[in-house]
């Protein structure tokens, strides 16, 4: 079979196709972008329709404000992200694969879990936003599909040889006691649609919209390119030595809670999140939690800054001679918004960022300084904080074994999509 070359990717196409949906009544545009091609993948469409769907659903997970600007940063790498995924469905059909559904149930147990909500939970809350829950569905399908796909293909190629375990057993145990680290990822390859300016200024929007309170697990899950999509970008615990040498110089020189800037890197960029460190050889039992209890002034995203910066001085100045969470509560009735009072208990790492940041160094009956947010100005004080026990692990050759196998699927599954984007006609439309 002979295939056309890729046509590179003009941006200012991608924009029109990408934002056309937001200019419209709804149902005006639902109709319109339902036939209007955004791109062509191979012989397959993708509209018009199905790339506002995505922007809004990603947009809705990763806890960014729905604004225009926000969803035309958004739509070229989301276009993308659709291309990779009907590229993956392709693949996957061509070998004859086909994804069971109780799959897809677990994986949308996963990403409801990601977001403190039950399933149930997850699709009251895409039908309140209006949200279609089939576009959620088949960006999971993708991604089993691609697992599925690249399992099938390098299996056999990936399986290590106990001489190759014992060598990364032995590099583990010279490792004991030095640090080690908790990182998650999102990796964005180089293709032929992209130019690598391009690759570089979509990596550098994610991290502002990151370091801005976006959910690291759903925006990893939404543009990553990588396996470890499908678990929000979790890698796990890993040494400098099991990093590439860019990687690492960045991990150790960060801080838990922190996002890298852009990470070029053979192949594409990295970008990583450090969510804790630790001393190899100790394990840390169960996770940091926190009772909260919060002061929620209201404020409308476009205030002037000036009334932005009154609302902080008077959060502070009242919030601070406060001692105890049940005058911080009587405070939060008095003077705050009817959302104020007891956020009750949840696990640190899964708070957004910025709230993460301020809160992971207090004590008990400490408070953030004001703090932010998309619709208000907040203050947090810690009623209580569970903190995770430290305990000795020992050195497992089944997990050992089990890294060094993900490592080089992760190896084929980059190189086998490169292939697949050389050998594909795709076709950006305005």
Not at 355 to 362: F, M, T
């Amino acid at each position: 079979m002979t295939f056309v070359s890729i046509r590179r990717l003009v941006l200012s196409a991608v924009l029109a196709a990408a934002t056309s949906f937001v200019t419209t009544a709804e149902s005006h545009a639902q109709a319109t972008d339902t036939l209007r091609i955004a791109a062509v993948v191979n012989e397959e469409v993708v509209s018009a329709y199905d790339l506002g769907n995505r922007i809004r659903m990603v947009i809705a997970l990763s806890n960014l404000p729905n604004r225009p600007e926000v969803q035309r940063q958004l739509a070229p790498q989301i276009l993308r992200s659709l291309i990779d995924e009907r590229l993956r469905l392709q693949e996957a059909e061509s070998m004859g694969i086909e994804v069971d559904p109780a799959r897809v149930d677990q994986a949308l147990a996963s990403v409801a879990e990601r977001n403190n909500m039950s399933v149930e939970q997850l699709m009251s809350e895409f039908d309140r936003r209006n949200l279609d829950p089939d576009t959620l569905v088949q960006q999971l399908k993708a991604e089993i599909a691609w697992s599925q796909t690249i399992f099938s293909r390098y299996s056999q190629l990936a399986n290590v040889t106990d001489a190759e375990i014992d060598a990364a057993v032995r590099e583990a145990e010279e490792s004991l006691g030095k640090p080690e680290y908790n990182i998650a990822e999102i990796f964005l390859s180089e293709n032929a649609t992209d130019s690598p300016a391009e690759i570089r200024r979509q990596a550098t929007r994610l991290v502002q919209q990151l370091r801005q309170g976006a959910s690291f697990p759903a925006l990893a899950q939404s543009f990553s390119q990588l396996p470890t999509a499908s678990n929000g970008g979790a890698i796990g615990w890993v040494r400098p030595d099991q990093l590439s040498d860019e990687v690492a110089q960045r991990v150790t020189r960060m801080s838990p809670g922190s996002v890298s800037d852009p990470i070029p890197v053979t192949g594409g960029i990295y970008i990583i999140m450090l969510r804790n460190t630790r001393i190899a050889g100790q394990q840390v039992v169960g996770k940091t939690t926190v009772s909260l209890s919060q002061l929620h002034l209201s404020l409308p995203s476009d205030a002037p800054q000036d009334t932005v910066n009154s609302y902080i001085r008077s959060a502070r100045d009242r919030s601070t001679s406060v001692g105890t969470c049940a005058e911080f509560e009587e405070l939060g009735r008095n003077f705050g918004s009817p959302v104020s009072g007891s956020l009750g208990t949840i696990e640190l790492e899964k708070l957004p960022l910025p709230i993460r940041k301020a809160v992971d160094p207090l004590k008990v009956h400490e408070i953030t300084p004001p703090i932010r947010m998309q619709d208000a100005v907040v203050v947090l004080m810690v009623c209580d904080r569970t903190d995770p026990k430290v305990e000795t692990v020992e050195i497992d050759r089944e997990d050992i074994r089990r890294q060094l196998i993900n490592r080089r699927l992760d190896n084929f599954a980059r190189r086998h999509m490169r292939d697949l984007y050389r050998n594909a006609f795709i076709d950006i439309r305005t």
